[in-house]
């Protein structure tokens, strides 16, 4: 029998998938790319309307295969069936689905499959609560070595105007940090040389704790004592709770990444207001000093919106001051996309084709900043871990900040650190070669 995972989405549904996997197999399924599969899960995302739209017509391509195969399953899980009313909306326009499961009771995705294959019973099943208890000891079949990933939260309590995820995730939960501490020994004893810790807003870690045992800080500064030769990322920080206690936790110890993800949105204190963001310009830009004071070589990547209800022309050329300012290493950019359900799609929406202006003049700023740090790298030696081979048999790789690097060298280095020299730079892209020298 054979499986096949179709993942849309954030590296939290990434990861998530690699915990599906591992369900499936326990049941004696195999992995395949082809379309010979006895059941596929679509992993979904609802974030934009995009997305979701996306999926859909994927899952009405399989009418027909269902139709020549009745003993296929089709499960659809995650963050768009958890939305109010979905379950039921996918069960009346696509009856053939078998399964649908929320974000929060994936642990329930092998007894559904049992069920179904014993008692011909299909299961829809989305819970409405929205502070399920956090299941510890969680198996995964691992698919990113020597990367790996590590949820140490679930859920969102910001509900910033433009954004479902509270309302299909739920409220924050923590994880037990001595879960957290094992699970990422046991990776690093194994071999991982890389553990991206992954939340909504992985700041607010430890807030639910009504002892207050321990916050991100400290939690980051525990990982880090983990004897061996690795490091730690997080993602993703929310302004309004990056301090400077992190700040200083992270530019002490070499194993943690200087690397931070900080979404600022949008550059416009009007805009932040409307979208709950919690935070100024004025806030961000001051978050943004005490990284770079304490750590001049850290990485700063950004999400930036364009196009939200209300978005004036100066509050457009706001956003495009704070990137001229921060000089961010990356950014990804998108235009505001309606979701219902959330405040921000019942305001008076912009044009598209004012939406569309914006975002390319944004990226051609990025872009051309991105062109300049990356010139900044020629000529210097960096320490990067060997990730995987492209097909042209050249190797690539990431810098502790975070850029991605193409060098040649031996498959064997995969999964290794590799003093690599920078020699060409060309845009967001860094070339190299190895080095003994540090």
């Given at each position: 029998?054979?499986?096949?995972?179709?993942?849309?989405?954030?590296?939290?549904?990434?990861?998530?998938?690699?915990?599906?996997?591992?369900?499936?197999?326990?049941?004696?399924?195999?992995?395949?790319?082809?379309?010979?599969?006895?059941?596929?899960?679509?992993?979904?995302?609802?974030?934009?309307?995009?997305?979701?739209?996306?999926?859909?017509?994927?899952?009405?391509?399989?009418?027909?295969?269902?139709?020549?195969?009745?003993?296929?399953?089709?499960?659809?899980?995650?963050?768009?069936?958890?939305?109010?009313?979905?379950?039921?909306?996918?069960?009346?326009?696509?009856?053939?689905?078998?399964?649908?499961?929320?974000?929060?009771?994936?642990?329930?995705?092998?007894?559904?499959?049992?069920?179904?294959?014993?008692?011909?019973?299909?299961?829809?099943?989305?819970?409405?609560?929205?502070?399920?208890?956090?299941?510890?000891?969680?198996?995964?079949?691992?698919?990113?070595?020597?990367?790996?990933?590590?949820?140490?939260?679930?859920?969102?309590?910001?509900?910033?105007?433009?954004?479902?995820?509270?309302?299909?995730?739920?409220?924050?939960?923590?994880?037990?940090?001595?879960?957290?501490?094992?699970?990422?020994?046991?990776?690093?004893?194994?071999?991982?040389?890389?553990?991206?810790?992954?939340?909504?807003?992985?700041?607010?870690?430890?807030?639910?704790?009504?002892?207050k045992r321990i916050d991100f800080a400290g939690l980051l500064e525990r990982l880090a004592q983990i004897p061996g030769d690795?490091?730690?990322?997080?993602?993703?920080?929310?302004?309004?709770?990056?301090?400077?206690?992190?700040?200083?936790?992270?530019?002490?110890?070499?194993?943690?990444?200087?690397?931070?993800?900080?979404?600022?949105?949008?550059?416009?204190?009007?805009?932040?207001?409307?979208?709950?963001?919690?935070?100024?310009?004025?806030?961000?830009?001051?978050?943004?000093?005490?990284?770079?004071?304490?750590?001049?070589?850290?990485?700063?990547?950004?999400?930036?919106?364009?196009?939200?209800?209300?978005?004036?022309?100066?509050?457009?050329?706001?956003?495009?001051?704070?990137?001229?300012?921060?000089?961010?290493?990356?950014?990804?950019?998108?235009?505001?996309?309606?979701?219902?359900?959330?405040?921000?799609?019942?305001?008076?929406?912009?044009?598209?084709?004012?939406?569309?202006?914006?975002?390319?003049?944004?990226?051609?700023?990025?872009?051309?900043?991105?062109?300049?740090l990356s010139k900044n790298y020629e000529g210097k030696i960096y320490r990067v871990l060997v990730e995987d081979a492209k097909?042209?048999?050249?190797?690539?790789?990431?810098?502790?900040?975070?850029?991605?690097?193409?060098?040649?060298?031996?498959?064997?280095?995969?999964?290794?650190?590799?003093?690599?020299?920078?020699?060409?730079?060309?845009?967001?892209?860094?070339?190299?070669?190895?080095?003994?020298?540090?």
């Open positions: 029998m054979h499986y096949k995972i179709n993942t849309y989405g954030c590296q939290m549904n990434v990861h998530e998938s690699e915990r599906i996997a591992h369900s499936l197999e326990k049941l004696g399924y195999t992995e395949t790319k082809e379309d010979n599969f006895d059941i596929i899960v679509f992993n979904t995302c609802c974030i934009r309307d995009t997305a979701e739209q996306k999926i859909l017509g994927h899952i009405g391509k399989l009418k027909k295969i269902k139709r020549a195969n009745p003993k296929l399953i089709i499960a659809i899980v995650g963050c768009m069936s958890s939305q109010k009313g979905k379950a039921e909306e996918l069960r009346s326009k696509y009856p053939y689905i078998d399964i649908i499961l929320g974000a929060n009771n994936l642990e329930d995705l092998e007894n559904a499959i049992l069920n179904l294959q014993n008692n011909h019973k299909k299961t829809f099943l989305t819970p409405d609560d929205d502070k399920p208890q956090v299941i510890e000891d969680v198996e995964y079949t691992r698919t990113s070595m020597p990367n790996a990933w590590v949820n140490i939260m679930y859920g969102c309590n910001n509900f910033c105007t433009y954004c479902i995820v509270p309302y299909v995730r739920g409220r924050e939960r923590s994880r037990k940090p001595e879960s957290i501490i094992a699970e990422c020994t046991e990776l690093i004893n194994q071999g991982y040389k890389e553990i991206t810790l992954l939340g909504q807003n992985v700041n607010s870690y430890g807030n639910d704790f009504e002892d690795h490091r730690i990322r997080f993602m993703t920080s929310h302004p309004k709770d990056l301090n400077e206690k992190v700040i200083d936790i992270i530019a002490k110890y070499d194993t943690l990444c200087k690397n931070i993800h900080l979404p600022i949105q949008s550059g416009s204190n009007n805009i932040l207001t409307a979208m709950n963001r919690h935070y100024t310009r004025d806030k961000y830009l001051e978050i943004v000093k005490k990284i770079r004071e304490k750590m001049p070589l850290c990485g700063i990547t950004t999400d930036i919106m364009v196009g939200f209800p209300g978005e004036s022309e100066r509050d457009f050329e706001d956003t495009l001051d704070i990137v001229k300012q921060v000089k961010f290493s990356g950014a990804f950019t998108y235009i505001y996309s309606p979701r219902k359900g959330t405040p921000a799609s019942l305001m008076e929406q912009i044009p598209y084709e004012i939406k569309s202006q914006r975002i390319q003049k944004l990226i051609k700023t990025q872009n051309q900043i991105t062109k300049e097909d042209d048999g050249k190797l690539c790789g990431r810098t502790d900040c975070g850029r991605l690097v193409t060098f040649s060298g031996d498959k064997a280095f995969i999964g290794s650190f590799k003093n690599v020299l920078i020699t060409k730079s060309q845009s967001a892209s860094l070339f190299g070669e190895i080095t003994e020298e540090k």
